[in-house]
Protein backbone atom coordinates (compact mmCIF):
# COMPACT_ATOMS: atom_id res chain seq x y z
CA UNK A 1 0.00 0.00 0.00
CA UNK A 2 1.18 3.27 -1.23
CA UNK A 3 2.20 5.61 1.86
CA UNK A 4 2.89 9.00 1.89
CA UNK A 5 3.17 10.65 5.61
CA UNK A 6 3.90 14.17 6.09
CA UNK A 7 5.96 16.03 8.80
CA UNK A 8 8.06 18.78 10.42
CA UNK A 9 5.02 21.24 10.08
CA UNK A 10 3.86 23.93 13.05
CA UNK A 11 4.16 27.48 14.26
CA UNK A 12 6.58 29.69 12.85
CA UNK A 13 7.45 33.68 12.49
CA UNK A 14 6.75 35.44 9.66
CA UNK A 15 10.34 35.39 7.91
CA UNK A 16 11.43 32.44 9.66
CA UNK A 17 12.19 29.03 7.89
CA UNK A 18 10.70 25.58 8.37
CA UNK A 19 11.83 22.32 6.91
CA UNK A 20 8.92 19.71 6.36
CA UNK A 21 9.39 16.18 5.35
CA UNK A 22 7.50 12.93 3.36
CA UNK A 23 8.35 9.51 4.42
CA UNK A 24 7.39 7.28 1.09
CA UNK A 25 6.75 3.51 1.45
CA UNK A 26 4.79 0.79 -0.51
CA UNK A 27 6.11 1.74 -4.01
CA UNK A 28 9.64 1.71 -5.60
CA UNK A 29 10.07 5.45 -4.21
CA UNK A 30 13.73 6.51 -6.85
CA UNK A 31 11.29 5.90 -9.94
CA UNK A 32 8.56 8.41 -9.06
CA UNK A 33 8.41 12.24 -9.08
CA UNK A 34 7.30 13.92 -6.58
CA UNK A 35 5.59 16.94 -5.70
CA UNK A 36 4.00 19.70 -2.64
CA UNK A 37 0.81 20.87 -3.18
CA UNK A 38 -0.94 23.17 -0.89
CA UNK A 39 -4.47 24.34 0.30
CA UNK A 40 -4.66 27.70 2.49
CA UNK A 41 -7.98 27.75 4.91
CA UNK A 42 -10.89 27.31 3.10
CA UNK A 43 -9.01 28.00 -0.26
CA UNK A 44 -8.24 25.66 -3.07
CA UNK A 45 -5.36 23.48 -4.33
CA UNK A 46 -2.67 24.93 -5.12
CA UNK A 47 0.60 23.04 -6.93
CA UNK A 48 4.01 24.88 -5.41
CA UNK A 49 6.77 22.30 -6.78
CA UNK A 50 8.27 19.21 -8.54
CA UNK A 51 10.94 17.16 -8.60
CA UNK A 52 11.78 14.05 -10.66
CA UNK A 53 12.74 10.94 -9.49
CA UNK A 54 16.45 11.47 -10.30
CA UNK A 55 16.39 14.77 -8.76
CA UNK A 56 17.51 15.87 -12.70
CA UNK A 57 14.40 18.55 -13.09
CA UNK A 58 13.01 20.77 -10.36
CA UNK A 59 10.02 23.57 -11.08
CA UNK A 60 8.48 26.22 -8.56
CA UNK A 61 5.62 27.55 -8.84
CA UNK A 62 6.06 31.60 -9.12
CA UNK A 63 4.91 32.51 -5.50
CA UNK A 64 7.28 30.51 -4.00
CA UNK A 65 10.25 30.55 -6.00
CA UNK A 66 13.48 31.85 -4.99
CA UNK A 67 12.41 31.04 -1.29
CA UNK A 68 11.31 27.14 -1.14
CA UNK A 69 13.67 24.46 -1.70
CA UNK A 70 12.63 20.90 -2.60
CA UNK A 71 15.27 17.97 -1.98
CA UNK A 72 15.27 14.21 -1.99
CA UNK A 73 16.87 11.28 -0.56
CA UNK A 74 15.97 8.30 -2.52
CA UNK A 75 17.88 6.05 -0.12
CA UNK A 76 16.00 7.01 2.66
CA UNK A 77 12.51 7.09 0.65
CA UNK A 78 12.06 10.71 2.34
CA UNK A 79 10.92 14.28 0.19
CA UNK A 80 12.12 17.38 1.49
CA UNK A 81 10.77 20.90 1.00
CA UNK A 82 12.89 23.62 2.97
CA UNK A 83 11.18 27.24 3.39
CA UNK A 84 12.40 30.18 4.08
CA UNK A 85 11.44 33.79 4.29
CA UNK A 86 7.89 32.66 5.33
CA UNK A 87 4.83 34.94 4.70
CA UNK A 88 1.58 34.99 6.75
CA UNK A 89 0.38 33.95 2.78
CA UNK A 90 2.10 30.71 2.99
CA UNK A 91 0.02 29.60 6.17
CA UNK A 92 -1.47 26.55 5.02
CA UNK A 93 -2.13 22.29 5.07
CA UNK A 94 0.94 20.98 2.84
CA UNK A 95 0.13 18.13 1.40
CA UNK A 96 3.33 15.34 -0.54
CA UNK A 97 1.90 14.03 -3.41
CA UNK A 98 3.44 11.76 -5.79
CA UNK A 99 3.10 12.03 -9.88
CA UNK A 100 2.06 9.29 -12.15
CA UNK A 101 1.01 9.96 -15.68
CA UNK A 102 0.88 13.14 -15.32
CA UNK A 103 -1.86 13.34 -12.75
CA UNK A 104 -1.10 12.91 -8.57
CA UNK A 105 -2.67 9.37 -7.79
CA UNK A 106 -0.82 9.66 -4.29
CA UNK A 107 -1.47 11.96 -1.26
CA UNK A 108 -0.34 11.95 2.25
CA UNK A 109 -2.69 13.12 4.66
CA UNK A 110 -1.19 16.79 4.58
CA UNK A 111 0.96 19.08 7.73
CA UNK A 112 -0.36 22.32 8.97
CA UNK A 113 2.42 25.54 8.11
CA UNK A 114 1.24 28.55 10.90
CA UNK A 115 2.81 31.57 9.75
CA UNK A 116 2.35 34.52 12.19
CA UNK A 117 4.05 36.26 15.13
CA UNK B 1 -0.14 30.94 -13.43
CA UNK B 2 -2.91 31.73 -13.28
CA UNK B 3 -5.66 29.47 -11.61
CA UNK B 4 -8.10 27.48 -14.06
CA UNK B 5 -12.19 28.56 -13.42
CA UNK B 6 -14.64 26.55 -12.39
CA UNK B 7 -18.03 27.69 -11.01
CA UNK B 8 -18.02 27.89 -6.89
CA UNK B 9 -21.41 25.48 -6.52
CA UNK B 10 -23.33 23.19 -8.65
CA UNK B 11 -26.20 20.91 -6.82
CA UNK B 12 -28.21 18.15 -8.38
CA UNK B 13 -30.75 15.75 -7.07
CA UNK B 14 -30.02 12.39 -6.33
CA UNK B 15 -30.04 9.72 -9.59
CA UNK B 16 -29.63 12.81 -11.64
CA UNK B 17 -26.15 14.35 -13.77
CA UNK B 18 -24.23 17.45 -12.94
CA UNK B 19 -21.11 18.81 -14.88
CA UNK B 20 -18.61 20.95 -13.45
CA UNK B 21 -16.81 23.15 -15.81
CA UNK B 22 -13.18 24.06 -15.78
CA UNK B 23 -11.90 26.94 -18.12
CA UNK B 24 -8.83 27.27 -18.59
CA UNK B 25 -6.01 29.05 -21.56
CA UNK B 26 -4.53 28.13 -24.69
CA UNK B 27 -1.10 27.83 -22.44
CA UNK B 28 -3.06 25.04 -20.40
CA UNK B 29 -6.10 22.86 -21.37
CA UNK B 30 -6.37 23.99 -24.30
CA UNK B 31 -2.38 23.05 -24.89
CA UNK B 32 -2.33 19.78 -23.15
CA UNK B 33 -3.92 16.51 -22.74
CA UNK B 34 -2.94 16.22 -19.26
CA UNK B 35 -6.33 17.24 -17.38
CA UNK B 36 -7.45 15.72 -14.06
CA UNK B 37 -9.74 15.35 -11.50
CA UNK B 38 -9.74 15.71 -7.85
CA UNK B 39 -12.51 15.12 -5.24
CA UNK B 40 -12.13 16.45 -1.77
CA UNK B 41 -14.11 15.71 1.42
CA UNK B 42 -14.14 17.88 4.26
CA UNK B 43 -11.03 17.38 6.41
CA UNK B 44 -9.26 14.69 3.99
CA UNK B 45 -6.92 14.53 1.16
CA UNK B 46 -7.74 15.00 -2.28
CA UNK B 47 -8.73 12.15 -4.33
CA UNK B 48 -7.33 11.00 -8.12
CA UNK B 49 -10.94 10.75 -9.72
CA UNK B 50 -9.98 11.43 -13.57
CA UNK B 51 -6.49 11.55 -15.19
CA UNK B 52 -5.46 12.41 -18.72
CA UNK B 53 -8.83 14.34 -19.40
CA UNK B 54 -10.67 10.98 -19.26
CA UNK B 55 -9.53 8.34 -18.03
CA UNK B 56 -10.37 6.85 -14.68
CA UNK B 57 -8.24 5.17 -12.31
CA UNK B 58 -8.89 1.68 -10.63
CA UNK B 59 -11.39 1.55 -8.26
CA UNK B 60 -13.36 4.88 -9.31
CA UNK B 61 -16.69 4.48 -10.40
CA UNK B 62 -17.87 4.88 -14.22
CA UNK B 63 -20.26 7.80 -13.14
CA UNK B 64 -17.32 9.95 -13.31
CA UNK B 65 -16.55 11.09 -16.36
CA UNK B 66 -14.19 13.78 -18.15
CA UNK B 67 -13.79 15.75 -21.18
CA UNK B 68 -12.72 18.27 -23.21
CA UNK B 69 -13.08 21.07 -25.34
CA UNK B 70 -10.78 23.31 -26.36
CA UNK B 71 -9.65 25.65 -23.18
CA UNK B 72 -12.93 23.92 -21.29
CA UNK B 73 -12.61 20.51 -19.72
CA UNK B 74 -15.38 19.19 -17.91
CA UNK B 75 -16.39 16.77 -15.08
CA UNK B 76 -19.74 14.55 -15.18
CA UNK B 77 -21.16 12.99 -12.59
CA UNK B 78 -23.67 10.61 -13.54
CA UNK B 79 -26.75 8.91 -10.97
CA UNK B 80 -25.70 11.63 -8.32
CA UNK B 81 -25.44 10.31 -4.90
CA UNK B 82 -25.26 11.68 -1.58
CA UNK B 83 -21.50 10.25 -0.86
CA UNK B 84 -20.74 12.69 -3.61
CA UNK B 85 -21.12 15.63 -1.66
CA UNK B 86 -17.42 17.28 -1.47
CA UNK B 87 -15.64 19.57 -3.31
CA UNK B 88 -13.92 19.47 -6.90
CA UNK B 89 -11.17 20.53 -8.19
CA UNK B 90 -9.86 20.35 -11.79
CA UNK B 91 -5.81 20.45 -12.53
CA UNK B 92 -4.14 21.15 -16.03
CA UNK B 93 -0.32 20.96 -17.09
CA UNK B 94 0.61 24.70 -17.71
CA UNK B 95 4.38 23.98 -19.19
CA UNK B 96 6.72 21.11 -18.68
CA UNK B 97 6.21 19.99 -15.03
CA UNK B 98 3.98 22.57 -13.55
CA UNK B 99 0.86 22.15 -12.77
CA UNK B 100 -2.02 24.72 -12.61
CA UNK B 101 -5.34 24.16 -10.07
CA UNK B 102 -8.74 24.85 -10.18
CA UNK B 103 -10.66 27.21 -7.53
CA UNK B 104 -12.73 24.49 -6.58
CA UNK B 105 -16.25 23.53 -7.00
CA UNK B 106 -18.70 22.44 -4.05
CA UNK B 107 -20.67 19.52 -5.71
CA UNK B 108 -24.36 19.98 -3.29
CA UNK B 109 -26.75 16.90 -3.26
CA UNK B 110 -30.07 18.47 -2.93
Known amino acids: EVQLVESGGGLVQPGGSLRLSCAAS????????MNWVRQAPGKGLEWISYISGGTGTIRYADSVKGRFSISRDNPKNSLYLQMNSLRAQDTAVYYC??????????WGQGILVTVSS | QSALTQPRSVSGSPGHSVTISCIGSNSDVGLYKYVSWYQQRPGKAPKLLIYDVSKRPSGVPDRFSGSKSGNTASLTISGLQVDDEADYYCCSSAGTYTWVFGGGTKVTVL
Open chain 1, 97 to 106: VRDSTWSFDH
Open chain 1, 26 to 33: GFDYSTYS
